[in-house]
C-alpha cells in the first residue's frame, strides 16, 4: 500500500465505483466537507468508510451519509472515525452504528470531547456483548443520561447497570430506558434497589421482567411503591383522612392515582374520589393539598346545581355527559381556542382561591402553609401565573380589600360561577404570556392542581337531604321510627324494611347470631304482593318430596344505602390484611402464555400459515393474509358470584363481644372485591334477605360487566341487616345471573350468619333447610360449585346435610372473616 494520503484516497473511491454505484457516490458527496480536516484524515475516513461498507452495508452507507453533519458539528473526525472502526469488531452492528452516529453531536455538547469518546467506547464494549444493547445505550438521550451533570451523573446510571449486567447478565437493552426514568423519579440511591429487584423478577419470568423494566405491572408498582422518596400516602391514608375530617367535617374516599414517572405531586377528583400521587415530597405538601382539594368537596366546586348554572352562564343549555353520567369540561373551554390552557388555569386560580379563603377561615395557617412550599419560582411563561397565585394567597394572610376581585370571590355569596366571571375578566384585562400544556402544570403552586382534569360526577349539595322512601300504610309513624333508628336505613322502594313484627309462627331469623329466633307476635296481617312481582321460583317440598311449582318470589332491589366514609375507614383498618392478600395474589395471576395461530398481525411469523399462504397463491387461490402468530396470557376461566345473607341478625352484635357481625361483613366484602380487582377474575357481588315466600329480595351489588368503583364500595360500606333468610329462592335466582358470565368455571359463594328461615315456614327448620338443599343440587347440575361460609358457631350440625361435607366453612372468631373469605376463594379457585 502506498503512504502517499492522496493516492490511498483515489484508490478507495476507485474500488468503491467498481463495487458500488451507492457507496460510491455517498463518498464523494461527503468529500467536500471533510476535505478541510487534512489529506491524512481523509484517506483514514475513507478506509472506514469502505470497511464499513464491505462489513455491513447499511452500516457503511449510514456512516458515509452521516460524516458531512459530524465534520460540521462536532470537526474531532478522526475521534469518531476511530470509535467506528470499532463497529467492525462483531456482526450486527449496523442499528447500533448509526445511534452512535446520531449521538455523538450531542454526547460532545453534553459531556465534553474527551467524555463524549468514553461514553462512546462504553457503548462500543455492550454493542460487542449484545448488539441490541449497543443500539439501546447510543438511542439513549445523553442529556437524560447525564441529568445536568455531566459525565458522572451518567455513571450513576451506567455504573450500577455495568455491575449487574456482569454479575448477573442483565440485558443493558432491557434495563437502561426504565434506569434513566427512575433515576430521575425516585434518585440515584434508590435506583441500584430497583435494578436488583427487576434482576430477581427477569430471573423468575422473562415476561414478568420485560414489564418491570418497561414499568408496567403490579410487579413494578410494588418496587416502586416500595422505594417512592418523600410522604407516602398509601401508609398515612388514615391520617390524612383523620386530619381532613376534623378540620373540615369532610371524609374524602382515597383512591391511589398511578403511577406515572416524572409526574407531579397533583390531586385529581371526580367530584367523588380524590386520587392522590403515591407519594407528595413532604409533609407539608401533603396535608396542603389534601386539605385544598377536600375544601373543593366540602364548599361547592363540583355541586350539580352550581354546575349547571356555570354552563349556562357559557352559553350551554346543560352540562355534557359521558357515557358514565360525569360532567366532562372541554365544552366549556373549548371556544378559548388557542388561549384554552391559559384561560383554563386563569379560572383553576380564582377557583383555588375561593376554596383556601374557605379553608383559611376554619385552619388560620393554610394560606401560609400554602405560601412557604411556594419558595421556587418556575422559569418561563409559568413563572407569570405563579406569581398572580402568590399575590392571592398575600391577600389572605393580610388585610382583606374592601373591592375588587379578591373581595367579590371571599364574599359569602361567591360560588363556581363568579370564578368564571372573576377569570373572564382576568383573561381580558391582564397580560400574562401564553401559556402552552407543556409548561402549564409549573404554574401551579405545589398543593393546587388543576380543578377539571377529570370527567365528574356532580355532588348534591351538604344541606340537600335524601328523598324519604313512600310511605307504607302499615308502618310505624315517622317520629317512632326516628326513635327506634338514630341512622335511618333506605332501601329503595321497599317498605318491607319498616315493618313491625307480624302474626306468624315461623323461625323468622331476625334476632341472634346464626341462631333465629320466633318471631314477635303482632296484630297485623300481611298484604300479599300482587301476583305479578317478581320471578317465581319452585320450592322443595320434602314432606310431600314434590316441587311447588311458582311458589317463591325473587324481586330484585336497589340498594339506597350509601356509606362510602365507612368503606374507605374499614379499608384502612384492614389495610395490612389487604397488604398480605396481594402478595398472596400474585401467584394467582396468571403466567401461561398461549399461542394464537393465523393472526393477522403478532410477534412471529406462523410457518405452517406462510406454507400454506404461498402454495394457495400459486395454485390461484386468494388466501387470507392470516401469516403470524401472537403470545396471550392463558388466564384462568372462572366466575364467582357471592351472595351475601343480609337477614337482620347481622346488626346484632357477636356473642363473643367482638363487635357487629354486619361490620366485619362490610370489611369481608370489600377485601374480597379488592382481592378479585388484583386478581382479574370476573365476579359479581349481591345480597338477599326475605320476608314470606312471596318477597324474597335480591340486591345486586355488582354485576360481572361492571368494575369495581367507588359507587360499588360505598354500597358496600352502606350495607344494613333486613328481615330473614330464605336461601334456596335466592340461590336458584342467583344461578340466573351466572349467565351474564361467559365464565366456564363459575363458583357461587355464599356468605351467611345463620340456618335458612322465614317467617311463614311454620316452625318447621328442616322445611327451607331440604329446600336449600335441593337449590344446591339444582345449580350442581347446572356446572355451579356452590360453597358456603357462615358464622354460625352450630353451623356444623345442618350445613354438611345442605352443601355436602367439604363445601362449607365454619368461622369461629368472627374477626377472621376479612381475612379468611379471600382466603378461600383463592383456594377454590386453585381447585377449580
Not at 398511578?258 to 385529581?268: D, K, M, N, S, Y
Request: hydrophobic share 45%; with cysteine; proline share 7%.
Amino acid at each position: 500500500m502506498t503512504e502517499d494520503p492522496e493516492a490511498r484516497l483515489a484508490l478507495i473511491i476507485s474500488e468503491l465505483k467498481e463495487l458500488s454505484f451507492v457507496a460510491h457516490r455517498d463518498l464523494t458527496a461527503a468529500l467536500p466537507a471533510l476535505e478541510a480536516h487534512g489529506a491524512e484524515t481523509v484517506a483514514r475516513w475513507a478506509a472506514t468508510g469502505r470497511d464499513l461498507f464491505l462489513h455491513d452495508r447499511d452500516g457503511g452507507k449510514a456512516f458515509l451519509r452521516a460524516s458531512p453533519g459530524l465534520a460540521q458539528d462536532v470537526g474531532a473526525v478522526d475521534v469518531w472515525t476511530e470509535q467506528a472502526r470499532g463497529f467492525l469488531t462483531f456482526r450486527g452492528s449496523w442499528k447500533a452504528l448509526t445511534a452512535y452516529l446520531a449521538a455523538f453531536p450531542e454526547a460532545v455538547l453534553v459531556l465534553g470531547l474527551n467524555d463524549a469518546r468514553r461514553w462512546g467506547d462504553i457503548g462500543l464494549e455492550w454493542a460487542r456483548r449484545h448488539p441490541e444493547s449497543g443500539a439501546v445505550f447510543f438511542e439513549t438521550p445523553v442529556t437524560d443520561l447525564a441529568c445536568g451533570r455531566g459525565f458522572a451523573g451518567a455513571w450513576e446510571v451506567l455504573g450500577p447497570l455495568a455491575d449487574l449486567a456482569c454479575e448477573r447478565g442483565l440485558p443493558v437493552s432491557l434495563a437502561l430506558p426504565g434506569a434513566v426514568k427512575i433515576r430521575a423519579l425516585l434518585g440515584t440511591e434508590a435506583l441500584m434497589a430497583w435494578l436488583t429487584r427487576g434482576a430477581d423478577v427477569l430471573k423468575a419470568g422473562r415476561l414478568r421482567g420485560e414489564a418491570f423494566f418497561r414499568l408496567e405491572g403490579p410487579d413494578s408498582d410494588e418496587a416502586l411503591m416500595a422505594l417512592f422518596p418523600g410522604f407516602r400516602t398509601a401508609e398515612h391514608e388514615r391520617f390524612l383522612v383523620l386530619i381532613t375530617h376534623a378540620a373540615l367535617g369532610v371524609t374524602p374516599a382515597l383512591a391511589p392515582a398511578g403511577l406515572a414517572v416524572g409526574a407531579p405531586a397533583f390531586i385529581e377528583t371526580d367530584g367523588r374520589v380524590l386520587f392522590v400521587p403515591p407519594a407528595f415530597p413532604t409533609r407539608e405538601q401533603a396535608l396542603a393539598a389534601l386539605l385544598h382539594h377536600a375544601g373543593h368537596l366540602r364548599f361547592g366546586t363540583y355541586e350539580r346545581a352550581v354546575i349547571e348554572r356555570l354552563f349556562a352562564a357559557a352559553g350551554m343549555a346543560q352540562p355534557p355527559l359521558d357515557a358514565d353520567q360525569r360532567i366532562t369540561w372541554r365544552p366549556l373551554f373549548a371556544p378559548f381556542g388557542a388561549d384554552l390552557v391559559r384561560f383554563q388555569v386563569l379560572f383553576d386560580l380564582c377557583e383555588d382561591f375561593r376554596i383556601d379563603a374557605r379553608v383559611q377561615a376554619l385552619m388560620p395557617n393554610h394560606a401560609a402553609r400554602l405560601l412557604d412550599l411556594a419558595a421556587i419560582r418556575p422559569d418561563g411563561p409559568a413563572g407569570a401565573y405563579f406569581d398572580l397565585a402568590r399575590q392571592s394567597l398575600r391577600v389572605l394572610a393580610g388585610p382583606i380589600p374592601a373591592t375588587g376581585p379578591w373581595a367579590r370571590l371571599i364574599a359569602p355569596e361567591a360560588d363556581l360561577v363568579t370564578s368564571w366571571v372573576e377569570a373572564r375578566a382576568l383573561y381580558e384585562e391582564s397580560a400574562l404570556p401564553p401559556l402552552c400544556l407543556a409548561c402549564r402544570d409549573a404554574a401551579y403552586l405545589p398543593g393546587r392542581s388543576p380543578n377539571h382534569a377529570r370527567p365528574v360526577y356532580p355532588r348534591a349539595t351538604l344541606h340537600e337531604k335524601p328523598e324519604e322512601p313512600d310511605a307504607d300504610p302499615r308502618s310505624t309513624p315517622p317520629t317512632d321510627r326516628v326513635a327506634a333508628r338514630p341512622a335511618p336505613v333506605s332501601a329503595g322502594h321497599d317498605p318491607d324494611l319498616e315493618l313491625a313484627p307480624e302474626d306468624t309462627s315461623g323461625s323468622g331469623g331476625r334476632v341472634g347470631v346464626g341462631k333465629p329466633q320466633p318471631a314477635a307476635p303482632t296484630a297485623r296481617r300481611r298484604r300479599l304482593r300482587p301476583p305479578g312481582e317478581g320471578l317465581p321460583y319452585p320450592e322443595w317440598d320434602y314432606r310431600d318430596k314434590t316441587y311447588r311449582r311458582d311458589w317463591a318470589r325473587v324481586v330484585e332491589r336497589d340498594l339506597t344505602e350509601r356509606d362510602l366514609a365507612c368503606a374507605q375507614a374499614l379499608l384502612v383498618r384492614h389495610a395490612p390484611v389487604l397488604h398480605r392478600l396481594r402478595r398472596a395474589i400474585q401467584a394467582e395471576k396468571p403466567r401461561r402464555i398461549a399461542p394464537q395461530r393465523r393472526q393477522n398481525e403478532g410477534e412471529d411469523l406462523d410457518l405452517d400459515a406462510a406454507v400454506e399462504f404461498v402454495a394457495d397463491r400459486r395454485t390461484g387461490a386468494r388466501p387470507a393474509p392470516r401469516l403470524y402468530r401472537r403470545r396471550r396470557h392463558l388466564l384462568r376461566d372462572t366466575g364467582v358470584l357471592l351472595l351475601a345473607d343480609l337477614s337482620t341478625s347481622i346488626m346484632q352484635q357477636a356473642a363473643d363481644g367482638e363487635g357487629r357481625v354486619v361490620d366485619r361483613m362490610k370489611a369481608a366484602l370489600l377485601l374480597f372485591a379488592r382481592a378479585l380487582d388484583e386478581v382479574g377474575d370476573r365476579y359479581a357481588i349481591a345480597g338477599f334477605a326475605s320476608k314470606y315466600r312471596d318477597a324474597v329480595s335480591y340486591y345486586p351489588i355488582k354485576d360481572f360487566a361492571r368494575r369495581l368503583s367507588p359507587e360499588t364500595e360505598a354500597m358496600l360500606g352502606g350495607l344494613s341487616g333486613r328481615l330473614a333468610t330464605r336461601m334456596g329462592a335466592a340461590i336458584r335466582h342467583a344461578c340466573v345471573r351466572f349467565g351474564e358470565s361467559a365464565a366456564t368455571r363459575r363458583l357461587l359463594l355464599i356468605l351467611s350468619d345463620g340456618r335458612p328461615a322465614d317467617y311463614d315456614d311454620g316452625g318447621d327448620e328442616r322445611y327451607l333447610h331440604e329446600d336449600t338443599r335441593m337449590a344446591v343440587k339444582e345449580a350442581a347440575d347446572q356446572g355451579i360449585h356452590v360453597f358456603c361460609i357462615t358464622l354460625d358457631a352450630l353451623g356444623s350440625a345442618y350445613l354438611e346435610r345442605i352443601f355436602g361435607r367439604g363445601h362449607f366453612l365454619v368461622i369461629d372468631r368472627l374477626d377472621d372473616l376479612p381475612r379468611r373469605l379471600p382466603q378461600v376463594y383463592l383456594r377454590l379457585r386453585r381447585g377449580a
